[in-house]
């Protein structure tokens, strides 16, 4: 089985957008629910709900973490994990998955924070989301500093399009790049600036 593609991010930073190219490309997700908020994101459901959920119950670095994450995944290929989570418990995914590609989106703090405030189910305290998008991105440092294989992602860029972009995180996976899947997906206007 292949080690994980792990996207570590904040939320809203481009994250669905980058999982669901990968998928289109041949990363497995498994069962994921679509957000139930409307207009937010595009219908696809990008974060598995069974790793999700294991992931939100794990303290430390389990000395079965490996064997219970691959008890999930029913893929023998690609196959990619998208959520905060993977940033919160880090050290058990570096200690267990050395190989693992790690894939951190970059996005302006403040983009992300506008971005939240026009998410229907997140329109709470401004002031708190920052602090969270802060310590999210001081954790993608740390991950950035720490992991054996890391790439950057200007989502913006990718928003706008740009093929080059797209095909430089498709080939770090380890995916072939397809362009007529990444511009049916990738369509300028269909993200939030």
Not at 7 to 24: C, D, F, K, N
Not at 126 to 131: F, G, S, T
Not at 152 to 162: I, K, N, R
Request: positive net charge; charged residues 25%.
């Amino acid at each position: 089985m292949n080690e994980p593609i792990l996207i570590a991010s904040p939320t809203r930073s481009g994250t669905t957008m980058v999982a669901w190219l990968l998928h289109l490309h041949g990363a497995w997700i498994g069962e994921a629910k679509v957000t139930k908020a409307k207009g937010s994101n595009p219908a696809v459901g990008t974060e598995n709900v069974a790793i999700k959920t294991y992931l939100r119950s794990v303290s430390g670095v389990p000395d079965d973490f490996r064997k219970r994450i691959l008890s999930l995944v029913d893929n023998d290929g690609p196959w990619l994990v998208k959520t905060a989570q993977n940033l919160l418990k880090m050290d058990a995914w570096l200690k267990h998955f050395p190989e693992a590609r790690w894939v951190l989106t970059n996005r302006s703090t403040e983009d992300i924070i506008a971005s939240t405030m026009r998410h229907p189910g997140m329109t709470d305290d401004p002031d708190r989301r920052r602090k969270i998008v802060e310590q999210h991105k001081h954790l993608q440092q740390r991950v950035a500093y720490r992991a054996n294989h890391v790439h950057w992602v200007d989502v913006d860029a990718l928003a706008s399009a740009d093929e080059s972009v797209g095909r430089a995180l498709i080939e770090f996976c380890g995916l072939g790049f397809d362009p007529n899947k990444f511009h049916n997906w990738i369509q300028p206007g269909r993200w939030h600036k």
